[in-house]
Each structure stands twice: as structure tokens, then as C-alpha cells.
């Protein structure tokens, strides 16, 4: 029996969830709050976890950050909930590492839908676990020889995850493009200490991808291969590929623009998101970013 721990302050709400999960078959652990939340997931090892937002303490974003710094729950699905359906709260969601969100009132078989599909998407993640722990090794390194670096490409990734997600992409490759940001600068691992210092809108950053690919290599994936090599490129870019499968190039795009979200959120001049997706109309409007993705991206940000 799959464990969901749900965790909700307001005790109507909590009971009505837990009797809604256990008709499903699913087994339910609870907490009232944030502390309680992380005591209770430590203890109880849940398949996935429902977090409400408004929690007194640690808030559910908070939560669900503590979360995804913990190896065991790096991989674990976490669905938000909220009762304010505002960009904020979703971009702020994504940022800290939900696999999805629900505003409330929502209908149980909504929420139930939901759940079945993350808890399928985790199964089929779970096969992956040996390439996973090579993966988390190499943004250890990472992490140490460029600081910042693995939460910039985390957050970039699950932005990424839920762009593929309202783009029709399949399962398998978004996990590939998720896997493709989160090694997208895997390279500056065995570039000079001056070329791994440098911030990610320099120009001159050719090095890292080159050592990137080389490191990746042995994945022998196509998708994977191309995020790492075209991940700082543009639709004006010489090397912008054209010839890539559709499926390929589609992932490619959604990494393009979330790239440069991320680049304008929380590069070296930081600006306010609704600006950060002002600017991105304005420069695919001049052919600098895909026009499906950008407006995808828009459109995820705003409802």
C-alpha cells in the first residue's frame, strides 16, 4: 500500500483528504505544520507527500525546500496546494522543487488523478536510481568547484519539467530534459579556475560545454547531448540546430527559454519575473526565442 503523508493545518480539510486517500487505498500519515511535517516524512519514508501552503512555521514552500535538500526525497513527488491561484505561488512552487500544484477547491478526482500519475512518474524514475547516483555525484562535484551552480540548474529543471508537461512531451523525454539541465554546466568540473569562476552571460563559455560533452559522453543520449551543447544558444545563434529529430529540438526550445528566465530572475542584474517574461515577449518578438515555448512559458507563469 503506497504511503501519502498530507500535510494541512486546518483539520476539516485534513480529515476530508485523509478519508478521500484511504477509500483510494492509500495509506495516510499527517502533519499540522511545517516541523511536524519534515519529523513525520523523516519517520515515515511517504511515496509522496501533499503540502499545503498556508502552514503556521515553516510555510509549504519552505517545507518542500527542506525536502528536495535531503538525499532520500530528492526524487519524492510533492504536490502543492493553495488557495490562491496566483503566478507567485506557482512559480514559487516550481522554484522550490514541486512536481505539480492544485488550487483549492479542488475535485477529488482531480486530485486523485493526480496523484496516480506522479506516483507512475516516480516508478518509472525509480528505475533510473543507478544513473541518478552518477548524476548526484557529478553535481557534487560541481556544486564544489562552482557554488550556486546545482540550485540555478535545479530550479531551471523543474521549470523546464512543467513547461514539458503542458507541451505534450512524453514522460521519458522530460525526464531526459531534466536530466540534460541539471548537467547542462557539468563541464566547468575540469575547466580552469578562471573559466569556472566566470557567470554564465559571458560569451566566451564554449570551454564548458565542449568539457560537458565530453563527461556526458558515455550516456550516449542524443536529447541529453543536445541540451548540454545548446543550452546558452539562440535562434540567431550559428549554431543553433535545425537538424535535430522534432521531439529533440522541442526539448531544446523549452530548455532555451527557461534558461533565460532563469539568466534574467537570478542572474548578476536580477529583475522581477513579470519584467524577466516582458523581456522574453520582447526578444522572441525579435527572433531570439522560440514562439510556442515562450508564450507556453507565459501562459504557465500566469494562470
Known amino acids: 500500500m503506497q504511503k501519502i503523508l ?19 487505498k492509500y495509506h495516510v500519515v499527517s502533519a499540522v505544520d511545517g516541523e511536524q511535517a519534515l519529523e513525520v516524512a523523516e519517520r515515515e519514508n511517504p511515496d509522496l507527500a501533499l503540502l499545503d501552503v498556508m502552514l503556521p512555521g515553516l510555510n509549504g514552500f519552505q517545507v518542500c525546500e527542506r525536502l528536495r535538500s535531503m538525499p532520500q ?26 512536481n505539480g500544484f492544485l488550487t483549492k477547491p479542488f475535485k477529488h ?7 496516480k500519475a506522479l506516483l507512475t512518474a516516480s516508478e518509472d524514475t525509480s528505475k533510473m536510481i543507478p544513473l541518478n547516483s552518477a548524476i548526484t555525484a557529478f553535481l557534487t562535484a560541481l556544486e564544489h568547484r562552482r557554488p550556486g551552480s546545482v540550485t540555478s540548474s535545479r530550479r531551471c529543471a523543474n521549470l523546464a519539467e512543467h513547461l514539458a508537461m503542458v507541451s505534450a512531451v512524453t514522460d521519458k523525454a522530460a525526464e531526459k530534459l531534466r536530466i540534460g539541465i541539471m548537467l547542462r554546466d557539468i563541464g566547468f568540473i575540469a575547466c580552469s579556475d578562471e573559466i569556472a569562476q566566470k557567470d554564465d552571460t559571458d560569451p566566451n563559455l564554449n570551454e564548458h560545454t565542449i568539457r560537458g560533452l565530453e563527461i556526458i559522453s558515455g550516456l550516449n543520449d542524443e536529447l ?25 529540438l522541442q526539448c531544446v526550445n523549452i530548455a532555451l527559454v527557461c534558461n533565460r528566465l532563469e539568466e534574467l530572475v537570478y542572474g548578476p542584474d536580477p529583475c522581477p519575473k513579470q519584467e524577466a517574461l516582458e523581456a522574453i515577449q520582447a526578444e522572441t518578438q525579435e527572433g531570439y526565442w522560440p514562439e510556442e515555448e515562450a508564450e507556453l512559458l507565459a501562459r504557465l507563469l500566469s494562470n
Open 109 to 115: 478526482v482531480e486530485l486523485i488523478m493526480r496523484i
Open 224 to 248: 541529453v547531448e543536445a541540451i548540454v551543447r545548446y543550452h546558452h544558444s539562440t535562434l540567431k545563434s550559428s549554431d543553433y540546430p535545425t537538424d535535430l529529430p522534432p521531439d529533440v
Open 6 to 24: 498530507v500535510v494541512e493545518d486546518d483539520a476539516p480539510s485534513l480529515i476530508l483528504t485523509t478519508e478521500v486517500l484511504k477509500n483510494y
Open 73 to 98: 526525497f530528492r526524487n519524492l513527488p510533492i504536490l502543492m496546494l493553495t488557495v490562491l491561484n496566483e503566478d507567485s505561488h506557482r512559480f514559487r512552487a516550481i522554484e522550490a522543487g514541486a
